[in-house]
C-alpha cells in the first residue's frame, strides 16, 4: 500500500475519498490516515455510454458505480471526511485547491470553457459529499473535520501567466493555458521535499509527456508560462500534432475534404506518432527506432528535438535562469527519450526525471494538506476575471 511521507514529523490523519474521470474511465482511491487503503478503476463500455447524448449526462451513472463498488470493498461511507476530485475545464483559476460551490457546477455542468469527462469529477464529488452529510446525521454522527465537502485541486486551466506571455501574433489569438498542472505541480513538491529547497527560491521547467505533452514554468511557486495541452501551442506527441503551419493548414481546413470535427481529431488524437505510424504507443516507436528502422529513428528525433525546443523556450522566459529541468509523465519510463532529452538541455539546468504519474495520489496530498490546514482554499468566482480588462 502506498503511503505518504509525515511532514512535520506528523502522519497525515483523516479519510480521504479521490475522484477522476476520464472519457471511458472512473477511477477512485481511500486513503486512511495517509495510507492507500484501495482504488478501482471502473470501466465504462461504449454501448453503456452511448445511451447519453452529452458526457455531463453521465454523473448520476457515474456516481452510482462509485459508491456500489465503494461498499463492495468494504468502505463506510460515513467515514469519508474530504472528498477531493480531478480539476475540470473551468475559467478563471489558478493553480490550488478550491471547494465545489455553485458558480464551479454551474460552468462545469454547462461546458462553459470545454467539455470533458473531467468535467464530472467535481460534480460527482459534491454530490457524495452530500450523501456522506446526510448520512451521518441520520446516524447521529458527529464529524472530527466537520463537514464533509468536496474539493478540486490544480485545475488543467490554472492561469498564473506572465502578461507578457498570453499576447499572440494577432489579438483573436492569445495563448492559453491547458496542461498537465495536478501532476506537474506533485512533482514540483516531491522535487522541493527531496532537495529541501523552498517553492520562493526555486525555478523549474517541467515537462509532462504522456499521450498530451506540455512543457510549464514554475518560478516562486506560481506557473507563469506553459505550452497548451490542446491547442496546438506546443511539440509533436504521441497522439497530437503539436504546433501546425498555419498557411498548410488553412489550406486543409478549406480543401473540402474534411468537416471541422475531421479537421480537429487529425490534430488531437490522430496526429504525432498516430498519423506516422498508427500508434500512439511510444515504446512501440522506441523499439522500432533502435531497431534501426529508419522511420521510427526520425521520427524518434524530431520528438525529442520539439520537446527540447519547447524546454530552452521556456527558460527564456527567465533569462536562463532554472534551477532544474523535470521530466515527467508515462513516456518518461523510456530511458532512450529522457537521456536524449537531457542531451540537449543540459546546458540550461540539471535534469530530474520522475517516471510515471499518479493523479489518485496527487489529489490525496492536497486533500491530506486541506485537512491539516496547510493550504490556502480558493473561492471560484466564474464571473471575476473575466469582467476585468
Request: charged fraction near 25%; hydrophobic fraction near 40%.
Amino acid at each position: 500500500m502506498k503511503e505518504f511521507a509525515a511532514t512535520h514529523g506528523k502522519r497525515p490523519k483523516g479519510n480521504v475519498l479521490v475522484i477522476n474521470t476520464g472519457s471511458i474511465t472512473t477511477k477512485f482511491a481511500w486513503y486512511s490516515d495517509g495510507v492507500l487503503v484501495f482504488r478501482e478503476k471502473l470501466e465504462h463500455p461504449v454501448g453503456e455510454l452511448a445511451r447519453f447524448a452529452d458526457v455531463m449526462e453521465q454523473d448520476r451513472m457515474r456516481t452510482d458505480a462509485i459508491l456500489d463498488q465503494f461498499q463492495r470493498k468494504g468502505g463506510r461511507l460515513e467515514n469519508i471526511d474530504i472528498v477531493m476530485a480531478r480539476g475540470g475545464l473551468f475559467t478563471p483559476c489558478i493553480t490550488g485547491v478550491y471547494k465545489v460551490n455553485a458558480d464551479m457546477r454551474e460552468v462545469l455542468s454547462t461546458s462553459r470553457d470545454g467539455n470533458h469527462a473531467c468535467n464530472l469529477s467535481a460534480i460527482i464529488a459534491d454530490r457524495i459529499a452530500a450523501e456522506i452529510n446526510a448520512r451521518r446525521a441520520s446516524k447521529g454522527i458527529l464529524p472530527l473535520y466537520g463537514e464533509c465537502a468536496a474539493y478540486v485541486a490544480d485545475p488543467p486551466m490554472a492561469d498564473e501567466m506572465l502578461p507578457e506571455c498570453h499576447v499572440g501574433g494577432i489579438p483573436e489569438f492569445p495563448r492559453k493555458t491547458l496542461f498537465h498542472a495536478l501532476n506537474t505541480r506533485a512533482m514540483m513538491r516531491r522535487y522541493l521535499r527531496e532537495t529541501g529547497r523552498k517553492a520562493e527560491d526555486t525555478t523549474a521547467v517541467i515537462c509532462h509527456m504522456g499521450g498530451g505533452v506540455t512543457i510549464s514554468l514554475h518560478k516562486g511557486g506560481r506557473v507563469i508560462d506553459t505550452s497548451h495541452g490542446l491547442g496546438g501551442d506546443g511539440p509533436i506527441t504521441p497522439e497530437r500534432a503539436g504546433c501546425c503551419p498555419p498557411f498548410p493548414l488553412i489550406d486543409l481546413c478549406f480543401s473540402g475534404k474534411y468537416t471541422q470535427a475531421e479537421i480537429k481529431r487529425k490534430l488531437i488524437g490522430g496526429g504525432g506518432a498516430v498519423a506516422w505510424f498508427g500508434t500512439n504507443d511510444m515504446r512501440l516507436i522506441v523499439k522500432r527506432a533502435k531497431e534501426g528502422d529508419p522511420d521510427y529513428v526520425l521520427f524518434m528525433k524530431a520528438f525529442v528535438l520539439n520537446i527540447a525546443k519547447y524546454i530552452v523556450a521556456q527558460a527564456a522566459v527567465v533569462d536562463g535562469r532554472v534551477d532544474v529541468i523535470i521530466l515527467t509523465g508515462g513516456v518518461a519510463f523510456s530511458q532512450e527519450i529522457t537521456d536524449a532529452i537531457s542531451k540537449k538541455v543540459r546546458f540550461v539546468a540539471p535534469v530530474q526525471v520522475y517516471p510515471g504519474e499518479d493523479e489518485l495520489q496527487s489529489l490525496a496530498e492536497n486533500g491530506y494538506m486541506i485537512l491539516s490546514g496547510e493550504t490556502t482554499v480558493h473561492t471560484y468566482d466564474k464571473d471575476r476575471l473575466l469582467e476585468e480588462p
